[in-house]
C-alpha cells in the first residue's frame, strides 16, 4: 500500500480565512481524492484530481470555495476557501494506488476547526 | 447518486463476542470495501471483494459479496478491544471509481 501524509494534522482557523492542506505519496499515483468527514459523519467525496487536468468536482462542491492543485503525480493541494464554522470538518485525501483494483489508500487526515 | 445503507449504526458488545454488520444498496456494486477508522486518523482498508458470492478471511475478520451485488456483510469473531472504531462499507462509482461510503457502524468492545 502507498504511505501518504498530510500537512497540517489539524489546525483552528478564523473565519474568512483559507487553509491550504497539503498531500504527500510516497509513490506515484494516477489518480487523488479529496474527501470531507463531517463531525459523527460518513466521508463524502469533494473532487477527483487527475495530474495535468482540472480536477472534477462532486454536486455540491465547487471550485471557488475548494480550489485543488495537482502539480505532479505524488502531490496535491486542496485549499478551503473564506472559511466558515461549517467548514469544520475533517478532510481527507486518498489514492488509487492500484489502478483497477477499486481500492483506496487514505492520508490520516487534517483536522480543521473554524472558528 | 448511489447510496450505501449500513446497520446497525452502533454496537456495544462484550469482548470476545462476534460482531456482525452489513451493508445494502439499491444499486449494484461491482467491488464492496470494508474499512476501520480509529480516532483522529484515516479509513484502512480491511477486505476488498470482487465477485458475488466471494467470502474473503482477514484474520478475525471475514467479509461476504452477495449474491445480487446489492449487499455485503462484515463479521469479526473473538472481537478485542483494538475492535474498537468505526467500520465503514464503499463501493466505488463513476469513471474515475471514486467511492461512495456507508454511514458507518460504531462498536465499542466492552472488557
Known amino acids: 500500500s502507498a504511505v501518504i501524509s498530510q500537512k497540517p494534522s489539524r489546525d483552528i482557523c478564523q473565519r474568512g480565512t483559507s487553509l491550504t492542506i497539503q498531500c504527500q505519496v510516497d509513490?506515484?499515483?494516477?489518480?487523488m481524492f479529496w474527501y470531507r468527514q463531517q463531525p459523527g459523519q460518513s466521508l463524502t467525496l469533494i473532487a477527483t484530481a487527475n495530474q495535468g487536468s482540472e480536477a472534477t468536482y462532486e454536486s455540491g462542491f465547487v471550485i471557488d470555495k475548494f480550489p485543488i492543485s495537482r502539480p505532479n503525480l505524488t502531490f496535491s493541494t486542496l485549499t478551503v476557501s473564506n472559511m466558515s464554522p461549517e467548514d469544520s470538518s475533517i478532510y481527507l485525501c486518498s489514492v488509487d494506488h492500484q489502478p483497477g483494483a477499486d481500492t483506496q489508500y487514505f492520508g490520516p487526515g487534517t483536522r480543521l476547526t473554524v472558528l | 447518486g448511489q447510496q450505501l445503507n449500513q446497520s446497525p449504526q452502533s454496537m456495544f458488545i462484550q469482548e470476545g463476542e462476534d460482531v456482525s454488520m452489513n451493508c445494502t444498496s439499491s444499486?449494484?456494486?461491482?467491488?464492496w470495501l470494508w474499512y476501520k477508522q480509529d480516532p483522529g486518523e484515516g479509513p484502512v482498508l480491511l477486505i476488498a471483494l470482487y465477485k458475488a458470492g466471494e467470502l474473503t478471511s482477514n484474520g478475525r475478520l471475514t467479509a461476504q459479496f452477495g449474491i445480487t451485488r446489492k449487499d455485503s456483510f462484515l463479521n469479526i469473531s473473538a472481537s478485542i478491544p483494538s475492535d474498537v472504531g468505526i467500520y465503514f462499507c464503499?463501493?466505488?462509482?463513476?469513471?474515475?471509481?471514486?467511492?461512495?461510503f456507508g454511514s458507518g457502524t460504531q462498536l465499542t468492545v466492552l472488557p
Open positions: 509513490s506515484q499515483v494516477t489518480m
Open positions: 444499486s449494484i456494486f461491482n467491488t
Open positions: 464503499a463501493g466505488p462509482t463513476g469513471s474515475a471509481r471514486q467511492l461512495t
